[in-house]
């Protein structure tokens, strides 16, 4: 699992897609590859797919969004970077893509995830009350992906 760099000056499409791109270059992505990504990381994902024409066999995104801003000043630098304006045809690229999100997201809004989720997956799951699906809203460990890995 890539550790992405993060921070106002680290994280950004250029420098995520480096990373990913050295993971591809080693032959770990291919077309029996399941990505699993959360945030911000789920349009990274979808742009670097599409941008270098790869094809995976799964994709999981959690809290996914695209071209959202206001959260603050910090996420909206960091996040601007990674949009892209033809999130669908990701759908190019993934044999399924599986998007789960929540109602009460403190940072981005219910509507803007599942935009997100309308415009990419195969499989939609809402988590009702489950916050940004990460430790801050008690997922420490997330069971229910579980079941979509295989």
């Known amino acids: ?18 990373l990913l791109k050295y993971y591809l270059d080693l032959g770990l992505i291919d077309e029996d590859t399941t990505i699993i990504g959360h945030s911000i990381a789920p349009v990274f994902i ?19 969004f ?8 910090e996420y909206d630098t960091v996040n601007r970077t990674m949009y892209f304006d033809n999130l669908k ?23 803007v995830e599942k935009e997100f ?8 799951i809402l988590i009702p009350n489950a916050g940004h699906i990460n430790s801050e809203s008690g997922y420490d460990v997330f069971e229910d992906i579980i079941d979509y890995l295989f």
């Open 1 to 18: 699992m890539p550790s992405f760099p993060i921070g106002e000056e680290y994280q950004n499409y250029e420098n995520w897609s480096k």
């Open 46 to 64: 979808s742009k670097f797919l599409t941008e270098n024409k790869v094809k995976v066999k799964k994709l999981i995104f959690v809290c996914g």
């Open 66 to 73: 695209n071209n959202y801003l206001g959260i603050n000043e």
């Open 89 to 111: 045809e990701v759908k190019q690229y993934a044999d399924e893509i599986i998007c789960f999100y929540s109602d009460n997201d403190p940072y981005v809004k219910y509507e």
């Open 117 to 124: 989720a309308d415009t990419v997956a195969t499989e939609q």
